[in-house]
C-alpha cells in the first residue's frame, strides 16, 4: 500500500484474511487479546463486515507484462490437496453435513472427520468469512475454532516475532539440546507409537491431524524438553497449510511460551492416545511395524511380552536423562 501510494497509484484493499480484522477488537488497556476466551467473547459480539462479491473481470494497468507462470518448484511434494477456490468451495459443501457433529468427532484421530480447509484458508482459496457464515452457528464449536485462527492473527499484529521469540515474558527456556532425540521425533521413530503415528502422516500426507500435531508437539517441549523452534519449522516445511501466524501460536501455545493460561499443564502421550485413538487403529495406519498388534496395547508395545516385542521391528521409547515418565513405569 505504501509503495503504490509512493507510485500514485490508486489501490483498493478489502479486508479478508480474517473473519474479524486484526485490531478491531481490543481489550481495555491493550493493543491485543491475550487471552483466548475473552477474545472469543468479543468477537461473537462483534459485527462480521459483508460478503463481496467476486469481481466479474480484473483489469491490470496498462503497460503491465505480467511475465509466464512460474513452474511449480521440483521436489516431494505430497500430492494430497489439488488448490484453487472451486475446489475448497466443494470441499466446503461437502463436509457442511458433518457440521452437527462436529463436538463430538473432531479428536477422532483414526475418524479424521474435520473439514481439511486449513490449507486452503491458509492460500486464500476459500474466505474464513464464507465459511463461517455457511457454518452459521456463531457459538458452535466449528466456528469457535475458525475464531482461534483470528485470536492468534491478532496476537501477531500485536508480536509480530511470535515465531522466534517466546511471547509470554518470564517464560522458561531451559531446552536441552538432543539432535539425536530431534531427528527421531522429525523422522517418526520415537518409539511412541502415537507421536511417530502423526509425524508419519506429516511426511507422507502433508497434513496431520489436530490432536496429532498437539500430541506430537506436546511430546517434543515437554517431555523431550526440546526448543519449540526447530520443531515449528519441521511443521512450516512439512504441512501444506504451514502457517507462520497459525503455526507459531499453536507451538507455544503447546510449549507453555505462548497464550495458554496454564502453561505448565501435565502431558502424558500415552494417555492421549487411548482417549483419542482408543482402539490404535490411527498408529496401526501410519506405524505398520506395529499393524500385528490388537486393539490399545499398540500404544505401549514395551509392555508386551519379550518374545512377542522381539518380533517388532519397532524401536523402544527413548530415553530422557534425569526423567522418570508415569507411562513407562
Ligand atoms: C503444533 C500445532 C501447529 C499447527 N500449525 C498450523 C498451521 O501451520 N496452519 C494451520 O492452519 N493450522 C495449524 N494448526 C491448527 C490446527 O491443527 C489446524 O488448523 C487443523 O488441524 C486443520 O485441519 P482442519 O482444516 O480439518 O480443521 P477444522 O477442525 O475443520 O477447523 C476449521 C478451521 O479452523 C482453523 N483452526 C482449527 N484449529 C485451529 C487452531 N488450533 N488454531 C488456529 N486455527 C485453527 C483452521 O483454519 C481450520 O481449517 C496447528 C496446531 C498445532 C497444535
Known amino acids: 500500500r505504501a509503495e503504490c501510494g509512493r507510485h500514485r497509484m490508486f489501490l483498493r484493499l478489502f479486508p479478508g484474511l480474517t473473519i474479524v480484522e486484526p485490531g478491531a477488537l481490543r481489550p481495555g488497556g491493550g493493543d491485543h487479546y ?10 461473537q459480539g462483534a459485527r462480521w463486515r459483508d460478503e463481496l462479491a467476486a469481481p466479474k473481470r480484473v483489469r491490470l494497468p496498462d ?6 507462470l512460474p513452474d511449480p518448484p521440483k521436489g516431494d511434494s505430497p500430492d494430497a490437496a489439488v488448490g484453487g477456490e472451486t ?5 466446503l459443501t461437502a463436509w457442511l453435513p458433518t457440521l452437527d457433529r462436529y463436538g463430538d468427532i473432531h479428536d477422532d484421530v483414526a475418524g479424521d472427520e474435520t473439514s481439511r480447509l486449513s490449507p486452503y484458508l491458509r492460500f486464500g482459496c476459500v474466505s474464513p468469512l464464507a ?20 485470536f492468534y492473527h ?66 517434543l517441549t515437554k517431555h523431550l524438553g526440546l526448543d519449540w523452534r526447530p520443531g515449528l519449522e519441521v511443521f512450516f516445511r512439512g504441512l501444506l497449510d504451514g502457517d507462520r501466524v497459525n503455526n507459531s501460536g499453536n507451538w507455544q ?25 482408543p482402539d490404535g487403529v490411527y498408529v496401526r495406519r501410519w506405524v505398520p511395524e506395529l499393524e500385528s498388534v490388537a ?7 514395551w ?23 508415569v507411562w513407562l513405569r
Not at 500485536?158 to 515465531?163: T, Y
Not at 539432535?179 to 522429525?186: I, Q, T
Not at 509392555?303 to 515418565?325: M, S, W
Open 34 to 43: 491475550r487471552v483466548f476466551s475473552p477474545y472469543f467473547r468479543a468477537w
Open 63 to 68: 503497460g503491465v507484462d505480467p511475465g509466464r
Open 87 to 91: 475446489v475448497a468451495r466443494r470441499r
Open 131 to 150: 465459511v463461517a457464515n455457511r457454518a452459521g452457528d456463531r457459538d458452535g464449536p466449528f466456528v469457535r475454532q475458525l475464531c482461534w485462527r483470528d
Open 154 to 219: 491478532q496476537v501477531v499484529a500485536g508480536f509480530p516475532d511470535l515465531s522466534t521469540v517466546a511471547y509470554r515474558r518470564g517464560a522458561r527456556e531451559d531446552w536441552r539440546d538432543d539432535a539425536h532425540a530431534f531427528d527421531a521425533w522429525a523422522e517418526g521413530r520415537t518409539g511412541m507409537p502415537i507421536v511417530d503415528a502423526g509425524m508419519r502422516q506429516l511426511r507422507a500426507e502433508g497434513w496431520m491431524h489436530n490432536r496429532a500435531r498437539l500430541i506430537t508437539a506436546g511430546y
Open 253 to 277: 501455545w503447546v510449549a507453555g511460551t505462548g497464550n495458554d493460561t496454564r502453561p505448565y499443564r501435565g502431558f502424558n502421550p500415552v494417555r492421549q492416545a487411548e482417549r483419542y485413538d
Open 295 to 301: 486393539g490399545k496395547a499398540v500404544h505401549q508395545p
Open 303 to 325: 509392555r508386551l511380552p519379550d518374545e512377542v516385542r522381539r518380533t517388532l521391528d519397532y524401536p523402544p521409547p527413548l530415553e530422557v536423562p534425569g526423567t522418570d515418565p
